[in-house]
């Protein structure tokens, strides 16, 4: 389940693909960090447990991909056609606080 997660994923507010789970390189980054852990992460040899020094970022990673995250793409702060109505209100009102409310005609 974890390789799927880290498989890439699309996003539509980039328009482009990322891995499922995405790690910030700079704060994880050096030894014991969870990049490191991943990649030194091994089982003992004849047993089906993982080696005890590099499995807590791991165990961390699996836990939040067993909650299946599932990406979902921001929603508009405002209503689409609220936004049009209110900036085509806005066209026709000219001036500042003097004339607010006032419809002006040329």
């Given at each position: 389940?974890?390789?799927?997660?880290?498989?890439?994923?699309?996003?539509t507010?980039?328009d482009?693909?990322?891995?499922?789970?995405?790690?910030?390189?700079?704060?994880?980054?050096?030894?014991?960090?969870?990049?490191?852990?991943?990649?030194?992460?091994?089982?003992?040899l004849?047993t089906?447990?993982?080696e005890e020094?590099?499995?807590?970022?791991?165990?961390c990673?699996r836990?939040a991909a067993?909650?299946?995250?599932?990406?979902?793409?921001?929603?508009?702060?405002?209503?689409?056609?609220?936004?049009?109505?209110?900036?085509?209100?806005?066209?026709?009102?000219?001036?500042?606080?003097l004339?607010?409310?006032?419809?002006?005609?040329y």
């Open positions: 389940m974890v390789k799927e997660y880290l498989q890439p994923h699309y996003s507010v980039k482009k693909s990322f891995p499922g789970m995405l790690f910030a390189v700079n704060g994880c980054k050096g030894e014991r960090g969870p990049i490191h852990d991943m990649f030194n992460y091994q089982w003992k004849g089906d447990k993982p020094q590099y499995k807590d970022a791991c165990d990673i836990y067993l909650e299946q995250p599932v990406y979902k793409a921001p929603e508009p702060e405002i209503n689409q056609e609220l936004a049009r109505l209110l900036l085509a209100n806005q066209r026709e009102e000219t001036g500042g606080a004339y607010h409310g006032m419809k002006m005609r």
